[in-house]
């Protein structure tokens, strides 16, 4: 698609701190002039409907599932790739750090030699242009697995990084205080039977604290020595939130309970909470309820995490569901703030001298409908 945008009129759109009736126009693929009212001359009509930034994605694993579509099929990494990229695209993300495992998971997950090879399909879309959305790699990194390091230093021999998560799954811990919760989660998902799960949970205690002992200092040194963003996951004491602090930590994956994102707010930590979840009025491990968070001032970015189209939805939601957010704010928790934790300062934003990554929105009811994606001025959807 060779669509190259140089004005949109008829919009209402929607800057970092309100919204308005106008026109914007574009040029060498950035944002180069803002006016309210009737455009100086024809271009894009949007006939009425929302512009919006292009959204910034930070963690998103719905590449697992394009890629194993079905337990232990794997299916080409090309095509995966693609599919995914244009699902994501149509979801109104421009940027999307694609996030994948290193590190073995309790069900025999993680990538290994396959991240790899979906390094090397995301490297080859870059390279050749083939790409709707712009893909970054956010490394989930499992902390207490074995092989975490080992596949953290390959991946990071042939590819950038630019976001690294430290996550542990230990039962008993964080994410799975609730070691009920922990058995019914690991059930469904690796198709083991409670007793199963349960059977060695202290010995997987033990060796877990072991290998977390090594591996987390290791990455940490390692992702300071390359200037790498780092995020912390499911923390959910406050003990655990002064850790992330001293890690350097610039933003807190889905913090568990309220003490642990109040304690992320009052220390300046960005918190990001999952879209799903605020739109289900839940988390489906029963921690922390997005909305909950946001209530208490405890909710600075959205994320995908496994439905792609949650991220717009929810944002559209959040000024009916949260008193004194209105659709600006609303829209930065997916544009403008993930933008710059990660440092990406040229976009994000409906300004001027940004990248012209845009949105067009209807809306069909409640629920908003993408119906143009332009990429640095060139249409992608
Ligand atoms: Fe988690």
New binding site residues.
């Given amino acids: 698609m060779t669509d190259n945008l140089t004005l949109i009129e008829n919009a209402e759109i929607v800057l970092a701190d309100c919204t308005f009736r106008g026109w914007l126009a574009v040029d060498g693929g950035n944002i180069v002039e803002i006016g309210e009212g009737k455009a100086p001359e024809r271009g894009h009509d949007a006939q009425g409907d929302y512009i919006v930034p292009g959204l910034v994605e930070l963690h998103t694993d719905h590449l697992e599932s394009h890629y194993v579509p079905r337990p232990k099929v794997r299916w080409n990494t090309m095509g995966a790739v693609m599919a995914y990229d244009a699902q994501i695209a149509a979801s109104g993300i421009t940027t999307v750090f694609d996030s994948l495992r290193a590190g073995a998971d309790l069900d025999g997950g993680g990538f290994g030699a396959d991240l790899l090879a979906l390094g090397e399909a995301l490297e080859e879309g870059r390279r050749n242009n083939l790409f709707r959305a712009e893909h970054r790699t956010h490394l989930r990194c499992e902390i207490p697995a074995p092989d975490v390091v080992e596949d953290v230093m390959a991946y990071a021999e042939k590819f950038d990084i630019s976001l690294m998560s430290l ?1 542990d ?1 230990t039962p008993g811990r ?2 799975f205080r609730d070691l009920e919760k922990y058995a019914i989660y690991y059930c469904r998902k690796s198709g083991k039977s409670a007793d199963e799960i349960m059977s060695d949970v202290d010995r997987r205690v033990a060796d877990n604290s072991a290998r977390s002992a090594v591996n987390r200092p290791a990455l940490v040194a390692f992702a300071r020595r390359r200037n790498i963003p780092l995020a912390s ?2 923390d959910t004491t406050v003990d655990e939130v002064a850790t992330s602090l001293e890690e350097g930590v610039a933003l807190a ?2 913090p568990t309970t309220i003490e642990s994102a109040i304690a992320c707010r009052d220390n300046k930590v960005a918190v990001m909470m999952g879209a799903p979840n605020l739109i289900r009025g839940g988390s489906h ?1 029963g921690n922390l309820s997005a909305l909950e968070s946001a209530e208490s001032g405890c909710l600075d970015i959205l994320s995908s995490d496994y439905v792609p189209g949650s991220l717009l939805m929810a944002a559209f939601d959040m000024p009916n569901r949260i008193e004194g957010v209105d659709l600006a704010a609303a829209i930065r928790t997916v544009t403008k703030t993930p933008a710059e934790v990660t440092g990406l300062a040229d976009r994000g934003e409906i300004a001027t001298g940004k990248r012209a990554d845009l949105v067009r929105v209807a809306m069909a009811g409640s629920v908003p409908v993408v119906r143009r994606v332009w990429r640095g001025g060139q249409r992608v959807v």
């Fill in positions: 996550m799954h964080r994410q996951h499911d994956e889905f491990s």
